[in-house]
Every structure is written in structure tokens, then in C-alpha cells.
């Protein structure tokens, strides 16, 4: 081999590690188009705000290696949700969680119950005669699982080992006039981060709240309506990152313009689904990191 092909030689392998170690240092890989997000401890919560629309639905991956879905939006979302969540690399949903019996809530959540492996299951006690809410208690009893009562107190995960802890802290009563105001409201705390989901409380349950709703990353009650983000709940949650489900050019006027001013306000930053379809936020347990862009859930 003459001296100027083992330079060449020499140059090629240098230049094939350079390329190996850049791949691998890089903390973001992307495959198909959902955030892969590796860390050296694999120790990492990706809270995925999908794009359903006017409706909400949260896939959450946990630290510990365990999974949560909060909602799954209306009835037609169910394949893309479960498919969104195979991509993830997920099998299972340990939790499932339905905050409210609204359609833009739990409407695919039968057939998710159908169709994947489901550890629990929690909904708040407040019933109602709706066909969705019928088939999301047959396909729970058809499976032999029992629905849990999710209330205010409820712990759902108290890891100290991963500094993981995961509660209900609402509806503390349950005013079966409004729906919206026997929603779920769950908190995440890992590490030094927390996360807030809200469902579509309204002020008349956000009043009763009593647990600390203070957070880093708030998904914005009731798709951004006004009467679900006063101004002493935003100052009280004084969010670092709001998160907004809501459908573009909705009925509703979703979301408030009053909302937007009091987070704004706050020098929240705002990501919304209308705008910017599925939405990531990463945490290390210190760092929050979104990105945006994601696959939409198949519409109607
Ligand atoms: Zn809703």
C-alpha cells in the first residue's frame, strides 16, 4: 500500500468515528415523526399533548419505565392513538386516565380499552347515560378490570427512588351539574419539574382545590376557555410552559384571548395544538425541553 492510501485510509476511519460519535453523543434522534429522546440513564418523562383536535388527549412516559394516557379525544382518534403509542415503542398504558365523561374526552377510550394492554383505569364518580360512557364501562368489564375512583387524595405513584410522584388532586366533590367540574386534575412531580393536567375544570372546582397546584408545565383547563384559567389559579400554577389542546377554528372561540393575556402575563411561554399539532415536553428531572410538529391524530 503506498503512503498515500494509507493517508486516504487513515483520513476515511478518522472521518467514520468522527460520524459515529456525533450520532451518538446527539441527545435527539427523531424516528418516523414522533421525538426519540435518549439520555444516558434512560431516566426521562416525555409528556406528548397530541393533536386530537378540539378534544384532548396526553400520552405521558414515565421515569420509571411505566406509561399514562389522560383522555383520548373523540371517537374516531382510537387507531392513531394506539398507533402513536406502538411507534413510542410502548405496549402497555399502566394508567389510564378518562378526567370527564365529555365525547372530546373519552371518546376513543372503549376502543383503546379494546384494543391494548391496560393496567388501571380511573374515572372520577360521575356518571352518565351517554353511549360513550356506556361502552367505556362495558369494554372495562368485558376485560374483568374494575374502575378506580379517581378523587382528590388518590396517590397514583409515590417513587422516591426515581423522585416520581404522581397524584390526583381533584375534584374534591363532584358537582354533577357541569361534567367539566368533576374532572381529574393530576400533578407529576419528578425531579425538579412538575406538570399539571387540568381536564376542563372550571373556577367552580379549581376553587376547592386544596393540594398545591404550583407547576413548571401546565396543559391550560378546558381548551383555553376563560372560565377555566382566572387569574388566582394561573398566579397559584405560575406556569413556566402552557400547553393548549384546542382545534383550529372551533365553535367555542377556544381558546380565550383573556386566557392568552393572563398567561402572557406571567411570561408563560404558549405552545398550541391548532398551531403547532403534537407537542413534546422533555423532562431530565432539572431541564425542560419542547419540541413541536408532531403527528396529528387522524381526523373524522
Ligand atoms: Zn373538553
Redesign the pocket.
Known amino acids: 500500500m503506498t503512503g498515500l492510501k494509507i493517508k486516504r485510509l487513515i483520513c476515511a476511519v478518522a472521518l467514520c468515528l468522527a460520524a459515529i460519535f456525533t450520532l451518538s453523543s446527539c441527545d435527539s434522534l427523531f424516528i418516523f415523526d414522533i421525538p426519540r429522546l435518549y439520555y444516558p440513564n434512560g431516566k426521562t418523562l416525555v409528556s406528548h399533548y397530541l393533536d386530537v383536535g378540539?378534544?384532548?388527549s396526553i400520552f405521558i412516559e414515565l421515569p420509571n419505565g411505566e406509561t399514562m394516557l389522560i383522555?383520548s379525544g373523540e371517537n374516531y382518534h382510537g387507531a392513531s392513538i394506539i398507533k402513536y403509542i406502538e411507534d413510542c415503542g410502548r405496549d402497555k398504558i399502566d394508567y389510564l386516565v378518562g378526567t370527564?365523561p365529555?365525547s372530546?374526552?373519552i371518546g376513543s377510550m372503549a376502543y383503546i380499552v379494546r384494543n391494548f394492554d391496560i393496567g388501571s383505569v380511573y374515572l372520577p364518580n360521575a356518571s352518565t347515560n351517554t353511549y360513550t360512557y356506556e361502552k367505556l364501562l362495558e369494554a372495562v368489564k368485558k376485560k374483568k378490570m374494575k374502575v378506580k375512583n379517581g378523587k382528590a387524595g388518590v396517590n397514583i405513584l409515590n417513587d422516591e427512588e426515581n423522585s416520581l410522584y404522581v397524584n390526583i388532586i381533584a375534584p374534591v366533590d363532584t358537582d354533577v351539574k357541569n361534567l367539566?367540574n368533576t374532572s381529574i386534575i393530576i400533578k407529576i412531580e419528578y425531579g425538579e419539574t412538575s406538570f399539571l393536567y387540568t381536564?376542563?375544570a372550571e373556577t367552580g372546582e379549581l376553587k376547592t382545590v386544596t393540594a398545591d397546584v404550583s407547576a413548571d408545565v401546565l396543559k391550560v383547563g378546558?381548551?383555553g376557555s376563560d372560565t377555566s384559567s382566572p387569574q388566582s389559579f394561573i398566579d397559584a400554577v405560575n406556569p413556566k410552559i402552557a400547553v393548549i389542546?384546542v382545534g383550529e377554528d372551533n365553535d367555542y372561540g377556544h381558546p380565550s384571548s383573556k386566557t392568552l393575556k393572563r398567561l402572557e402575563n406571567k411570561g408563560c411561554e404558549i405552545y398550541r395544538t391548532d398551531e403547532l399539532q403534537t407537542i413534546a415536553v422533555t423532562s431530565d428531572g432539572i431541564n425542560l425541553d419542547v419540541k413541536s410538529g408532531f403527528r396529528t391524530m387522524e381526523r373524522e
Open positions: 378540539q378534544g384532548d383522555d370527564h365529555h372530546d374526552h367539566n381536564g376542563d378546558h381548551h389542546s
